[in-house]
Nanobody, 124 residues
C-alpha cells in the first residue's frame, strides 16, 4: 500500500508561483511512476504532468505546459509540482498519484494510489 499526502496549496494571485509537495511511502525498490492531476468544480480530473520513477523524464498536459515543472527526490520520498504564472483557470484541487508503470501516464485509471488533494485558488 502506498500513501500519498499533498501539501502546499493555498490562495494566490494571478501571476504568482506556487510549489506543491507530495510526501509518499514508495520504497526504493519500487520503480513507480508518479503524476499530478487537478480537478475543478464540475469538471473532470485533468492531467497536469507525470514523471519517470528515476526522475529523469517528465511530460505535461497541454493546460499547463510551459508553466509547470515536476520533480522528485526519491531519497526524501517527495514529489513536487512547481506552478508558475498562475491564472484563475488553474483554480482546482491538485492530486498526486502513483502508478506501477515506470513513468506516469495521462490516464487517471492507470494510477493505483491517490492522495487526498490540496486546494489551489488563484484570484484575479
Amino acid at each position: 500500500q502506498v500513501q500519498l499526502v499533498e501539501s502546499g496549496g493555498g490562495l494566490v494571485k494571478a501571476g504568482d508561483s506556487l510549489t506543491l509537495s507530495c510526501a509518499h511511502s514508495i520504497t526504493a525498490d519500487k520503480m513507480y511512476g508518479m503524476g499530478w492531476f487537478r480537478q475543478a468544480p464540475e469538471k473532470e480530473r485533468e492531467f497536469v504532468g507525470a514523471i519517470h520513477w528515476s526522475g529523469d523524464s517528465t511530460h505535461y498536459g497541454a493546460s499547463m505546459a510551459g508553466r509547470a515543472t515536476i520533480s522528485r527526490d526519491n531519497n526524501k520520498k517527495m514529489l513536487y509540482l512547481q506552478l508558475n504564472n498562475l491564472r484563475s483557470g488553474d483554480t482546482a484541487v491538485y492530486y498526486c498519484a502513483a502508478t506501477t508503470y515506470a513513468i506516469g501516464t495521462r490516464r487517471p485509471n492507470d494510477y493505483r494510489w491517490w492522495g487526498q488533494g490540496t486546494q489551489v485558488t488563484v484570484s484575479a
